[in-house]
């Protein structure tokens, strides 16, 4: 039996490129990443439930929860910015050319 070779990623960027994404997904992937790891943040340093959380973004505690796991493969961006505000945070973008 032929053995897996492990590969290390360490950015979005090296991880598009180990899957054989395009550069546009590695940046999809560091936005979204990025959204996810605040609302963690907030909602445990604000020691909010999930169904707190919920019912400020007007969303199910199930979608909540989803994000809190990180298991955000049918959560939409939207979604994500949508409750990143209602934990009383907006998000900033950053435009710069691509490499």
């Given at each position: 039996?032929?053995?897996?070779?492990?590969?290390?990623?360490?950015?979005?960027?090296?991880?598009?490129?180990?899957?054989?994404?395009?550069?546009?997904?590695?940046?999809?992937?560091?936005?979204?990443?990025?959204?996810?790891?605040?609302?963690?943040?907030?909602?445990?340093?604000?020691?909010?439930?999930?169904?707190?959380?919920?019912?400020?973004?007007?969303?199910?505690?199930?979608?909540?929860?989803?994000?809190?796991?990180?298991?955000?493969?049918?959560?939409?961006?939207?979604?994500?910015?949508?409750?990143?505000?209602?934990?009383?945070?907006?998000?900033?973008?950053k435009f710069q050319k691509a490499a």
């Open positions: 039996m032929k053995k897996s070779k492990l590969t290390v990623t360490r950015t979005a960027a090296e991880l598009a490129k180990a899957l054989g994404l395009t550069p546009a997904d590695g940046a999809e992937i560091a936005l979204r990443s990025d959204l996810n790891s605040k609302i963690v943040d907030v909602v445990r340093r604000k020691g909010l439930t999930h169904t707190q959380v919920a019912r400020l973004a007007r969303t199910s505690r199930t979608r909540v929860t989803a994000i809190m796991n990180r298991n955000t493969k049918d959560i939409s961006t939207d979604l994500l910015l949508r409750v990143l505000y209602s934990v009383g945070y907006t998000a900033k973008l």
